[in-house]
């Protein structure tokens, strides 16, 4: 089960989807047949409800929110996005076809953004921040916020890991002008594909919803109050919509029991010198997927990944931007990554590897156990899950007590 809320389909989400077929109505809009609210529709009602958002719009995938959240906030060619050069591609893959820049900031031992370094890295160009609440724990908001204000930037939250936390009693994906999320198997809950944005601004949400629908209004119709818009169709389908309503239901659940499973592993690990767990900037309001530990040098790191069958979090795939080929690709730009973007390198920007030495330097330094998330790819190959017993809890708390025992001494 790679994500929590996988563990958790069940006999709601079944029942859901036999509605759907019992009515062959597999896409949100019924048209000749109007009556009754879609499941897509219930989604998004509910989800606004949920998380205290004025509006809410269901798309296919977390990268099609990330689009459609670029989108309704006018990023385009031309606009620089301020992003965490530790981030799963996809965040950095929208701003690209956006036709924007990413422009790489360092994360700090929270392994989110360094407030200091975007902040330094602003120009008059810049556009935007996206905030990546990564591994399933939120940004410094406060200070992201302070500095977008101060700056005239709008800042975009990517919480696709993170669905379910919240900062300062507030959900993550609300306190930016937009938020994205993520429902692929991974997320703390799941509708197979899927992903959705919250905002509270009526134009960003026109914008967005235009951009996912053809330039349809909101509620599909032809004409409305906003801009006109060409749009994509990036529709969450109906059978999705029908299993997101049920794993919405249960995102209480899921939270509670990750948070219990993340306290009793971490009480069974005694703290010592030369290893510390991960800042966090509201620990209350983490989604506490991982266990992070950090340690102080990184080949201790390494010894204790490799004793445990795992690996650092430098070495997770194409979360790291030293793992993204297409980051080089895009430096050099002949021929462009994307196919919608004009030949040519991008001007004022590192890509390689070294050009971020904080984050080469806490990642390197890291090393995460499971709680929720079963992924080896992002280096949670080792832990728990959700169905784990207290048998296995206590294993595994004893492996990287005694790993980190056979390194530290």
């Known amino acids: 089960m790679p994500g929590p809320g996988y563990a958790y389909l069940g006999d709601e989400e079944r029942k859901n989807v036999e509605e759907v077929l019992d009515k062959w109505e597999l896409t949100r809009h019924t048209y000749d047949k109007p009556d009754g609210t879609p499941f897509v529709r219930r989604f998004e009602l509910a989800a606004q409800e949920t998380f205290g958002?004025?509006?809410a719009v269901a798309v296919n995938s977390g990268t099609s929110a990330l689009l459609t959240a670029l989108a309704a906030a006018g990023v385009g060619p031309g606009h620089e996005v301020i992003v965490p050069a530790y981030t799963f591609i996809a965040s950095i893959g929208s701003i690209v076809y956006s036709g924007a820049t990413p422009v790489l900031a360092e994360?700090?031992?929270?392994?989110?953004?360094d407030p200091a370094d975007v902040e330094a890295r602003i120009t008059p160009r810049t556009r935007a921040i996206m905030a990546v609440h990564m591994l399933g724990a939120p940004c410094d908001l406060t200070a992201l916020r302070d500095i977008a204000q101060r700056h005239d930037l709008v800042v975009i939250e990517d919480v696709?890991?993170?669905?379910?936390?919240?900062?300062?009693?507030?959900?993550?994906?609300?306190?930016?002008?937009?938020g994205a999320f993520s429902l692929n198997p991974f997320k703390v809950i799941t509708s197979g594909e899927g992903g959705f944005i919250l905002t509270d601004d009526p134009v960003l949400y026109q914008r967005g919803y235009a951009f996912q629908d053809?330039?349809?209004?909101?509620?599909?119709?032809?004409?409305?109050?906003?801009?006109?818009?060409?749009g994509l169709n990036l529709r969450m389908p109906e059978l999705a919509g029908?299993?997101?309503?049920?794993?919405?239901?249960?995102?209480?659940?899921?939270?509670?029991?990750?948070?219990?499973?993340?306290q009793w592993v971490a009480q069974g690990i005694a703290m010592r010198d030369g290893v510390r767990r991960r800042v966090l900037h509201d620990p209350a309001g983490e989604c506490a997927t991982l266990l992070v530990y950090v340690f102080d040098r990184a080949e201790d790191a390494q010894a204790v990944?490799?004793?445990?069958?795992?690996?650092?979090?430098?070495?997770?795939g194409r979360h790291y931007y030293a793992n993204m080929p297409q980051l080089a690709a895009l430096a050099e730009g002949n021929p462009p990554p994307s196919p919608f973007r004009a030949p040519g390198?991008?001007?004022?920007?590192?890509?390689?590897?070294?050009?971020?030495?904080?984050?080469?330097?806490?990642?390197?330094?890291?090393?995460?156990?499971?709680?929720?998330?079963?992924?080896r790819y992002l280096g949670a190959g080792f832990g728990v899950t959700v169905s784990s017993?207290?048998?296995?809890?206590?294993?595994?708390?004893?492996?990287?007590?005694?790993?980190?025992?056979?390194?530290?001494?």
Not at 349 to 375: K, N
Not at 389 to 409: I, K, W
């Open 305 to 316: 990944a490799t004793a445990l069958n795992s690996k650092t979090m430098i070495d997770s």
């Open 214 to 230: 053809q330039g349809w209004f909101p509620g599909r119709t032809e004409t409305g109050e906003g801009e006109i818009l060409f």
């Open 160 to 178: 696709a890991q993170a669905c379910g936390g919240s900062y300062q009693g507030r959900a993550l994906g609300t306190h930016g002008a937009v």
């Open 389 to 409: 017993s207290d048998a296995d809890v206590q294993r595994v708390a004893e492996e990287f007590s005694a790993a980190v025992d056979g390194v530290l001494g």
């Open 242 to 262: 029908a299993v997101a309503c049920a794993q919405l239901d249960k995102l209480a659940t899921v939270l509670k029991r990750t948070r219990e499973m993340k």
């Open 345 to 375: 390198p991008v001007s004022g920007q590192d890509y390689r590897r070294g050009s971020l030495p904080a984050t080469d330097d806490c990642l390197a330094r890291s090393v995460a156990i499971s709680i929720g998330v079963s992924d």
């Open 53 to 55: 958002a004025q509006h």
């Open 107 to 113: 994360i700090d031992e929270s392994l989110t953004l």
